[in-house]
């Protein structure tokens, strides 16, 4: 809904030397001289922070004092500080569309060395944010109503986490996991840094430890609707109501929900990729099916062997990174666990058979937690051999399994006969992951996670999806349950309000004009522009909850019938036109 507008614009223009971050490069006495000449500008004045409190009251007070039809501030980056900045205009009663935020910081006065370059450049874009500014309307933004309930995807450690939390505070939750039991991978070990056994209680948690989600708890809870062996194959609207079809055992269910939470985790990468490490040898395994070993066998009492002959292996070689940290032959990420799992798995076999001899072959060792270090001399204490360097190749020989690599600190090739060897594989993004992605118009990043949203986000903002856990990279337990709440968090937030609004900047049909061709329909992927029939004609029409304002209706309109409300042509088109005139009047 556009409000009332006044025909003659009143605009206050207010410049912040971000405490001499800006003044250093932009001669501010040129740049007030400049601006108070400017079309529609009647007040201009400078603080030396408007993000800080005395910045936001002088904003406020002036708002308040001088009744503008628009604020124009030139000081940093709007991507960051928009809603700061704006909010002391919003509070001094303009519409927080009518506010425009001109960058002279990070692109002028921070890279540009010539002072007078700088302030040239300012000019330009603050005469383009003036110009824009004197068409601005005020709008309103959307009522939504949230449907109090949750779709939490993925029966992992961080999705079991999300539901409990979702519905302790008493809302409904749908936890939906593809496969037939809850837990995912971190229920299939029982090894977990800093300690390689559930001895004692720490931070880092496993599936024994009381800060680890338990599967009973999860199926026990009356809010919470366990689907297991199903799959969500549709999921349609927007913020605050989404239906969702979920493929069941027992046939397609359908659900409504407000919030929806992906904890898909990663999944683990297939050794048998790399053909040099030899992986269709059976004494060459990854460390999940080590950890499977070492758990039956000490389940019934018995000891650790080899899958080819059933002895005990005398030697054992750990490889790092194997599909990590290589583009070429498998993902550029580091996987973040793999040392800290192979370290403990290490010590379990040194622990268990002290004259075996176990060697970590690594490229460097990293442990992005606290007490990491700490562990690697325990290891080190307990007779784990670490080699740096590459291994390139495994091959049999004479019946024996031997790896060629190198000793980096010895400067030597090295030639080893192992009994067993253990690939530690990396993870990655599951295809799973890719797909909700795609129907949710979430960025994925160039590892195949989904892209890390700024927690500065606000729920709406984020439009009531979540992302916990390894769905959104390589993480260990302690990290994804904590994730996990984080997630929660945001969605009850969202889910207690009961109601929300949306911004107003979406599209906007001109009836008139439209000639009802759908090439708007074609061209929107959020499904929000349809083609209608009204008074006996087809002409198109928006839902403003599902649309997202990126503009590609507008750009693709034959009669140019559809535009972006806070976007318009006729409010960027004099932003252009102003900056290219000065260029051209400084430059002659």
């Known amino acids: 809904m556009v409000l009332d507008q006044k025909k003659e614009k009143k605009v206050g223009l207010f410049i912040c030397s971000c405490y001499d971050n800006i003044t250093d490069k932009i001669d501010f006495d040129e740049i007030i001289k400049f601006a108070e000449a400017l079309p529609g500008v009647e007040v201009v004045k400078k603080h030396d922070s408007l993000c800080s409190v005395s910045g936001q009251k002088f904003l406020s007070e002036e708002c308040e004092k001088e009744n503008f039809d628009a604020v124009v501030v030139a000081a940093c980056t709007p991507k960051i500080y928009e809603s700061t900045i704006g909010g002391g205009v919003v509070e001094g009663g303009l519409n927080k569309y009518q506010y425009e935020q001109a960058n002279i910081r990070e692109q002028c006065a921070w890279i540009h060395e010539d002072k007078n370059e700088a302030t040239q450049k300012a000019k330009r874009i603050i005469a383009g944010s003036v110009a824009r500014a004197n068409t601005l309307e005020a709008l309103e933004d959307t009522k939504v109503d949230i449907i109090p309930s949750t779709l939490v995807i993925g029966g992992g450690v961080a999705g079991m986490q999300a539901a409990l939390d979702i519905a302790n505070a008493g809302y409904q939750v749908y936890l939906v996991e593809k496969t037939e039991k809850l837990g995912g991978r971190a229920y299939e070990l029982s090894m977990t840094f800093p300690t390689h056994n559930c001895g004692i209680c720490c931070i880092q948690s496993c599936k024994s430890c009381v800060l680890t989600p338990k599967i009973e708890d999860v199926n026990q809870h009356d809010k919470i609707e366990v689907l297991l062996s199903s799959e969500v ?113 290490a010590m379990e076999i040194k622990k268990r058979y002290p004259g075996t001899e176990v060697y970590i072959h690594y490229m460097d060792l990293r442990g992005p937690y606290r007490g990491f270090e700490e562990f690697y001399e325990e290891a080190k204490a307990a007779g784990v051999n670490f080699v740096r360097g590459r291994v390139g190749e495994i091959f049999e020989k004479e019946g024996k399994v031997i790896l060629r690599c190198e000793d980096v600190d010895a400067g030597t090739p090295l030639e080893i006969e192992s009994d067993l060897v253990v690939l530690s594989v990396g993870q990655e993004a599951r295809d799973a992951t890719t797909k909700l992605a795609e129907t949710l118009h979430l960025p994925l990043d160039i590892d195949g996670f989904i892209k890390y949203m700024n927690p500065m986000l606000t729920p709406e903002e984020r439009r009531g999806i979540f992302i916990a856990g390894c769905a959104q990279g390589p993480k260990g337990i302690r990290y994804s349950i904590e994730d996990a709440r984080l997630s929660a968090s945001n969605a009850i937030k969202l889910l207690q309000k009961g109601s929300t609004y949306i911004g107003g900047g979406v599209a906007v049909v001109d009836e008139e004009m439209c000639v009802g061709c759908g090439k708007c329909a074609e061209n929107c992927e959020f499904n929000a522009a349809v083609i209608v029939v009204k008074d006996g004609r087809k002409v198109s029409h928006v839902d403003p909850i599902l649309c997202q304002g990126d503009g590609k209706c507008s750009a693709g309109c034959c009669n140019k019938a559809i535009s972006i409300r806070h976007f318009k042509r006729e409010q960027i088109l004099p932003m252009i036109k102003a900056i290219l005139e000065y260029k051209m009047e400084v430059e002659g």
């Open 233 to 345: 194959t549709e999921i349609t609207g927007g913020l605050g109501n989404r239906h969702v079809k979920i493929k069941t055992p027992d046939g397609e269910k359908e659900i409504d929900v407000g919030t929806i939470i992906i904890a898909t985790g990663s999944q683990i990468f297939d050794p048998s990729k790399l053909k040099e490490y030899s992986y269709d040898h059976k004494n060459v395994i990854s460390t999940i099916e080590l950890e499977r070993m070492i758990m039956a066998q000490r389940d019934k009492g018995g000891k650790l062997h080899r899958p080819s002959d059933g002895k005990i292996p005398k030697t054992v070689n750990f490889i790092q990174c194997v599909g990590s940290r290589d583009a070429n032959k498998g993902n550029p990420h580091c996987s973040l666990v793999c040392c800290t799992y192979a370290i403990g798995q």
